[in-house]
């Protein structure tokens, strides 16, 4: 059994991810739809990975400063 630090959390809901990215939850909204930000089903809610979320951020253009 897979064991994790109390402060670790799996999966995110959009309000969770908007906050912890400072992303508008209608921005994600959309690169769910345009299938760029992957996210789970349960039940009605939509979830997404932690790790889904953090790949989805690096996968974002930078600029050189």
Do not use: C, H, Q, V
Request: glycine share 4%; no cysteine.
């Amino acid at each position: 059994m897979t064991t994790f630090p109390n402060d670790t959390r799996l999966a995110l809901s959009i309000a969770e991810a908007a906050r912890a990215s400072d992303l508008s939850k209608s921005w994600l909204y959309i690169e769910m739809a345009n299938g760029r930000l992957p996210f789970r089903k349960a039940g009605t809610r939509r979830l997404i990975l932690a790790s889904d979320l953090e790949a989805f951020l690096r996968s974002l253009p930078s600029e050189a400063a």
